[in-house]
């Protein structure tokens, strides 16, 4: 059994699929939209309509690249403001008419600049939260690579959330975790242990509902496979006839039974 940070390492892999591999080979009839009309486009977030097999979805997804200028462009996979702000915007289109989401999320967290601040990070991520929250059509997120805090959180109010098996989901980096307890960033292996950020560690916890098999990653079966998984979870919801309270009851049961414990 492989530790946690190596599992960190895994999820960080700059071989892994990205977010638009997903989209590409999922997905029939991608058509991207940009902007959050107010700022700008933010490359980090990739966002449009599609068909999953017939039906008609909006995907959303953060994107890191996988060559060295890919991840420049895409700042690392590091959103800005206006990639959350696009997101809500593609996403409350969605609801508008009855279009399921999908999110794809893979990020170390949302950017920190000074310029990002200043366009209003946290209350973007906030406006994401409360927004997906009430979204009255049905959302599915599966983290791909890293999920780290709010950053990923922006996506994933989700009513099903779901983990590649070697992807990671924490509040903090294993690296951050170190430097504020340890300040000693070079204890990141001990920190992940803690910081209890695996897929199996996710899921013992209720974070999320499912782990995918990594079986042939990368291949036509392996997209094939998740595609179904997508497919036939959509199919499930679309018949739920009040996601919305469903979604706040998984959201309130979150850390209860640990507390029990």
Known sequence: ??????????????????????????????????GDRCFGDDHAIVGGIARLNDCPVTVIAIEKGHTAKERTYRNFGAPHPEGYRKALRLMKQAEKFGRPVICFVDTSGAYCGIGAEKRGQGQAIAQNLMEMSTLCVPVITILIGEGGSGGALALAVADRVWMLENSVYSVISPEGCASILWKDASKADVAS?????????????????KILSEEGMGSREYYDRIRALLADEISNLMDNVDLTLGRYERFRRLGSETMKE
């Open 1 to 34: 059994m492989s530790s946690a940070y190596e599992t960190v390492k895994q999820a960080r892999d700059s071989a892994r699929p990205t977010g638009i591999d997903y989209i590409k080979n999922i997905f029939k009839g991608f058509m991207e939209m940009h």
């Open 193 to 209: 242990e803690s910081l209890k950020l695996t897929a199996s560690d996710a899921k013992s916890l209720g974070v999320i509902e």
